[in-house]
């Protein structure tokens, strides 16, 4: 009913910056918010970042004011604008979305995943 696609990720130094995208397709009005989830090998999935259909942002306390989460509805995409990258950062990121986008309960639909590698 819905399909997310990704792109963006990527190798960069320390310090560098990223941004990813999620287009979505389908039955986009099933969608109330969007976000982002990580993945590091032997860790838990954590929330990076989401936007409401209303604009209400949230991120993870590591992120805050490294981060940027936007959307542009005329193409709706999402974006995360992610700068000053810490090796911390790497990870699998998915984009998600559906009726809640939070650190406890993720939407329904997932993007394939983006390879985020933050090394010098």
């Known amino acids: 009913q819905v399909q997310l696609v990704e792109s963006g990720g990527g190798l960069v130094q320390p310090g560098g910056s990223l941004r990813l995208s999620c287009a979505a397709s389908?039955?986009?009005?099933?969608?109330?918010?969007m976000g982002w989830y990580r993945q590091a090998p032997g860790k838990q999935r954590e929330l990076v970042a989401a936007?409401?259909?209303?604009?209400?942002?949230n991120y993870a306390d590591s992120v805050k004011g490294r981060f940027t989460i936007s959307r542009d509805n005329a193409k709706n995409t999402v974006y995360l604008q992610m700068n000053s990258l810490k090796p911390e950062d790497t990870a699998v990121y998915y984009c998600?979305?559906?009726?809640?986008?939070?650190?406890?309960?993720?939407?329904?639909?997932w993007g394939q995943g983006t390879q985020v590698e933050v090394s010098s």
């Open positions: 998600n979305a559906g009726q809640f986008v939070t650190a406890t309960t993720a939407g329904d639909y």
């Open positions: 936007i409401t259909r209303g604009g209400t942002t």
């Open positions: 389908g039955s986009i009005f099933r969608i109330y918010a």
